[in-house]
């Protein structure tokens, strides 16, 4: 099998977002006085635009986007972003020992001429191992998130992989599966709303209505430490529904998950606000962060520089609604 790392031929990006609790200089002159409040290190893997039309599955773009988001929240104090550009998948972990939280949202291990963020591409696999290389990166990744009982957050594609292996990392540290072949993400205008259930990332979350591709249709087997938070109708009867597409999971470790079905069409980070806190609370609340009674209440992104072409109609994707190999 060709090494997965001399495949990356376009940037990840990392950003990590200090969050910290001092409104300003003062008050956190006052806050050493009396011991500091921990500060809250959010690292952000975006993978390479390589997969969908522009406009669609637009990582940095979403991801550099949240983190403007969060620094510029009103209710979320003593926010300072710190941004790192790396050239290949993120193989050097060493920008996680201090983290609290990571967010990870990349390509998943359907496309052979794409950068799998996570895993290797499946075809490059026997679909039930890795080679030594990736597999103990992979040891390594888990068993930093587990010390640190870092909070995680996957989105979307990400959870894209039919590799034994993959499948169970993707189980243990989020308490679920995306199945492919099985599971399903069409698109669709889809009404969002939360479930009758009490949980912070909910606080303030109203539901909303918006045009996306959902995964959806997860392998979730019965786990008490699983709580569905979200439920998705499309508009097509054909497409199913209503089904879970976001839930948080509490790991063995002590660590929190946040697992979230959207996020395809970019102009909705601009659009939609619902969506915009849903994401930010759940962020907040992996950091081990206070998601304010109200949400995180935060200014829509600026404008993308460069603009992206808007997505035609009839053009949502160059296959069908459902991949097939």
């Known amino acids: 099998m060709q090494s997965f790392w001399k495949k990356a031929g376009r940037a990840t990006l990392v950003l ?28 952000f893997w975006a993978g390479p635009k390589e997969h969908g039309a522009p406009g669609r599955h637009e990582y940095e773009r979403d991801l550099t986007e949240l983190a403007w988001q969060l ?44 950068t799998g963020i996570l895993f290797p591409q499946d075809q490059d696999t026997d679909g039930r191992t890795y080679d030594a290389e990736h597999t103990d990166w992979l040891n390594k990744l888990d068993a930093v998130i587990k010390r640190r009982k870092m909070g995680l957050a996957i989105f979307h594609y990400t959870m894209w992989v039919d590799n034994w292996v993959g499948k169970r990392f993707l189980m243990d540290w989020f308490g679920g599966n995306w199945l492919p072949y099985s599971s399903h993400n069409p698109v669709d205008t889809w009404t969002v709303s939360p479930l ?19 995964f959806s249709r997860y392998f979730l087997y019965h786990d008490p430490r699983r709580t569905a938070l979200l439920q998705a109708m499309p508009a097509t009867a054909s497409n199913g529904g209503p089904d879970p597409v976001s839930w948080v999971f509490n790991r063995p470790d002590g660590g929190r998950s946040f697992v979230w079905g959207g996020s395809d069409f970019h102009d909705n980070m601009h659009a939609v606000a619902a969506y915009r806190k849903y994401l930010l609370n759940g962020i907040a609340w992996i950091a081990g962060l206070d998601v304010p009674a109200e949400g995180v209440n935060a200014p829509a992104p600026p404008a993308d520089d460069p603009p992206i072409p808007a997505v035609q109609p009839g053009r949502d994707r160059p296959g069908p609604a459902t991949p097939t190999p």
């Open 71 to 114: 620094e510029h929240a009103t209710n979320l104090r003593g926010v300072k972003p710190v941004v790192k550009v790396v050239t290949k998948p993120p193989r050097d972990i060493s920008e996680l020992d201090d983290a609290d939280a990571l967010v990870i949202f990349g390509n998943g291990a359907w496309l052979r001429k794409e």
């Open 196 to 214: 009758a259930v009490r949980h912070p990332i909910l606080n303030g979350v109203q539901p909303w209505t918006y045009r996306d591709e959902m």
């Open 16 to 43: 990590a977002i200090l969050l910290g609790a001092a409104a300003s200089l003062a008050d956190l002159d006052g806050a050493r006085a009396q011991g500091a409040a921990p500060v809250k290190k959010i690292v």
